[in-house]
């Protein structure tokens, strides 16, 4: 398979504060994706990026596929945007895709 | 469109039980996906379907059987429960199974086995 490695593991940010997760894989993938799990255990879309920089309001991405990482990017956090970040990866070439373990995002008042 | 739907939401069996979870998807996807969560660790594939009559095994394929007889359905069966398979399991579908692109997921079904 391939590995995936998100950091930081855990992340307790105040209101306002902005954060950057990051997801290291260790091969060349085409498929790329950010999710975010709600505390009701709900997986939403929050990004589809093989490569390049996207944005959707407070939060941005940027694939860079060959160096063989992602950052997700989360400004002005709010309590809602706690939960757990996964990426998830799609080898060059396979059918199946690899999650992460996760960044576990706490945000207090 | 109501997406990709799975039922039950909550199931506890007892060990050696079958029971099958069922998933389905109204967006006419041909890749179809079922995953399991387990505490503090990411999803990990079960099996997968690039189009009706077509499955193959995922990471963890072992005391799970599926089959894709239409496009819309892609039901998960547990033939003899262990409690090892206490998890949370997750559908998925996308668009193409060729060229696969962004994975639309289920509300996810957590089973307990005793």
């Known amino acids: 398979g391939i590995q995936v490695e998100q950091s930081p593991p855990d992340l307790i940010l105040q209101e306002g504060a902005n954060s950057t997760l990051r997801c290291n894989f260790s091969d060349s993938v085409n498929n790329l994706q950010w999710f975010h799990q709600n505390p009701w255990g709900q997986l939403i879309n929050l990004f589809y990026?093989?490569?390049g920089t996207k944005q959707n309001g407070r939060l941005s991405a940027t694939t860079v596929a060959t160096e063989r990482y992602s950052l997700l990017y989360i400004s002005s956090s709010q309590t809602t945007d706690s939960g757990v970040y996964f990426c998830a990866v799609r080898r060059l070439g396979g059918n199946q895709f690899y999650f992460g373990t996760g960044t576990s995002l706490t945000v207090i008042p | 469109n109501a997406g990709v739907t799975q039922t039950p939401k909550f199931q506890v069996l007892k060990t050696g039980q079958s029971m099958t979870l069922q998933c389905a998807q109204d967006?006419?996807?041909?890749?179809m996906s079922w995953y399991r969560q387990d505490p503090g660790m990411g999803l990990r594939l079960i099996h997968y379907s690039v189009g009706a009559g077509i499955t193959d095994q995922g990471e963890v394929p072992n005391g799970y059987n599926v089959s894709r007889s239409t496009t819309e359905d892609f039901p998960l069966r547990l033939l003899s429960a262990a409690p090892s398979q206490t998890s949370v399991y997750f559908c998925?579908?996308?668009?193409?199974?060729?060229?696969?692109?962004?994975?639309?997921f289920g509300p996810g079904t957590r089973l307990t086995v005793t």
């Open positions: 998925a579908s996308s668009p193409s199974g060729l060229v696969m692109d962004e994975q639309y």
């Open positions: 990026i093989p490569s």
């Open positions: 967006m006419n996807h041909e890749y």
